[in-house]
């Protein structure tokens, strides 16, 4: 399966940005998945996972109350909306799926990343 994120681009802070990440090559829908993000000079952190039934999630603290991540498995798209942005919450953003092995909350617990996408937050 290939991931391909998408939606990124410059927003005042307080704005809001809608990213998807569009599965292809097979249907996603079995996998968890995840979206991670990183800044300029920084390791690739988590932000938010969702498992496959879209019934339960999990968020970096930082985001709690201001990102939602949500699946449309009929569209092979997981979505992560992102409200209350901050200058902070600038980074390229990918999603990835769920790996059988590994922590949810770091990079070796996904594979098949997508490309990425930019988000910038101005103040």
């Known amino acids: 399966v290939q991931l391909q994120a998408s939606g990124g681009g410059l927003v005042q802070a307080g704005g809001s940005l809608s990213l998807s990440c569009v599965a292809s090559?097979?249907?996603?829908?079995?996998?968890?998945i995840g979206w991670f993000r990183q800044a300029p000079g920084k390791e690739r952190e988590f932000v938010a996972v969702?498992?496959?039934?879209?019934?339960?999630?999990d968020y970096i603290g930082s985001v709690k109350g201001r990102f939602s991540i949500s699946r449309d498995s009929a569209k092979n798209t997981v979505y992560l909306q992102m409200n209350s942005l901050k200058p902070e919450d600038t980074a390229v953003y990918y999603c990835?799926?769920?790996?059988?092995?590994?922590?949810?909350?770091?990079?070796?617990?996904?594979?098949?990343w997508g490309q990425g996408t930019l988000v910038t937050v101005s103040s």
């Open positions: 990835a799926t769920r790996a059988l092995s590994g922590s949810h909350l770091t990079p070796s617990g996904y594979n098949n």
């Open positions: 090559g097979r249907s996603f829908s079995s996998y968890a």
């Open positions: 969702i498992n496959w039934t879209g019934d339960n999630t």
